[in-house]
């Protein structure tokens, strides 16, 4: 069912455009926005507007909210390249690859860990909803390494509550441009949506909180292998906070990576992968620590950049 909203427009949007106005106060793209006042689902003190105009501090907007898709359901169909590294009744550890999503969203056509694991004949958890049943984490689709997934009800309930209250050590290896100063630090600041509604997140004051410690692991001319272990679970939490330091990952183009570095360096994606996964196991409480080795195009490009040193 479409959701009908009324509000004031707020005073920090004072003179904004109209669909980036929309953008801001409801978290979608500045593109929806602009397809719901050509539609005529938008009205400015009860008259259809223009996605140009501007919009003026207490004037009165009646939004009609098209309903949210639902997600798809996983397709289960085998992932090639995606390794499982160790698996018991509880709990199931992959190597995931590049190009692979945790599960599926609305817009994702690739492939996912939960497809591949249930398309390989592995039994998943089914608490949470249908399209993320047995994930209690995720990575972006274009970070590699370490994951794990449920496969029983009270892993499930036990390993979301260890992720949750932090009791998980997540560690990281990226490569980022340039030379973090210090060397070795944490970066406390919160991460939300980007301003501009195209699918970034950012800094943003009044942000979820978000702590990331790194430690440099060696220093190149041009670039740093960095090790990094996250206090808490934003999206995209080490790449915005890599980009506010003015050290993106490198081939991060979304955020701000150089283009030229990333080709010469042969990285199609942010040089980023989740080297080691540690937890109590949920069923016998022993601590258990999972490793992941780089992939072969992260490899190929820390030699190279070694070789440039």
């Not at 040089?271 to 992939?295: C, I, N, R």
Request: aromatic share 6%; glycine share 10%.
């Amino acid at each position: 069912m479409s959701e009908q909203r009324s509000l004031p427009v707020p005073d920090g949007l004072e003179g904004e455009r109209l669909d980036a106005a929309l953008s801001r106060l409801f978290g979608f793209s500045r593109t929806r926005a602009a397809e719901l006042i050509v539609a005529g689902e938008v009205l400015v003190d009860g008259r259809q507007p223009a996605k140009s105009d501007r919009v003026h501090a207490g004037a009165w907007l009646d939004v009609t909210l098209p309903p949210p898709a639902s997600a798809p359901a996983p397709v289960a169909e085998p992932v090639p390249g995606m390794r499982v590294v160790y698996e018991d009744d509880d709990i199931v550890v992959v190597d995931k690859p590049i190009g692979v999503a945790a599960h599926p969203t609305v817009g994702w056509t690739g492939p996912t860990v939960l497809g591949g694991l249930l398309g390989s004949g592995h039994t998943i958890a089914t608490s949470g909803a249908a399209e993320r049943q047995g994930i209690v984490h995720r990575l972006d689709a274009n970070t590699t390494g370490a994951m794990v997934v449920a496969k029983s009800e009270h892993a499930y309930s036990r390993l979301k509550r260890a992720f949750k209250e932090r009791t998980v050590d997540k560690r990281y290896h990226a490569l980022v441009q340039g030379h973090p100063d210090p060397f070795r630090g944490t970066v406390d600041a919160p991460i939300d949506r980007h301003p501009s509604g195209d699918g970034r997140f950012a800094v943003v004051a009044g942000g979820k909180p978000s702590v990331t410690h790194y430690d440099t692991i060696e220093a190149f001319r041009a670039a740093s292998l960095l090790d990094i272990r996250l206090e808490t679970g934003r999206t995209h939490q080490i790449r915005v906070h890599m980009a506010a330091l003015r050290h993106p990952c490198v081939g991060d183009l979304m955020y701000g990576a150089d283009p030229t570095m990333a080709a010469r360096l042969g990285v199609g994606r942010q040089w980023l992968h989740a080297v080691s996964l540690g937890f109590e196991h949920p069923g016998t409480g022993e601590w258990m620590t999972f490793d992941t080795g780089y992939p072969e195009d992260l490899r190929k490009a820390l030699d190279i950049v070694g070789a440039e040193s």
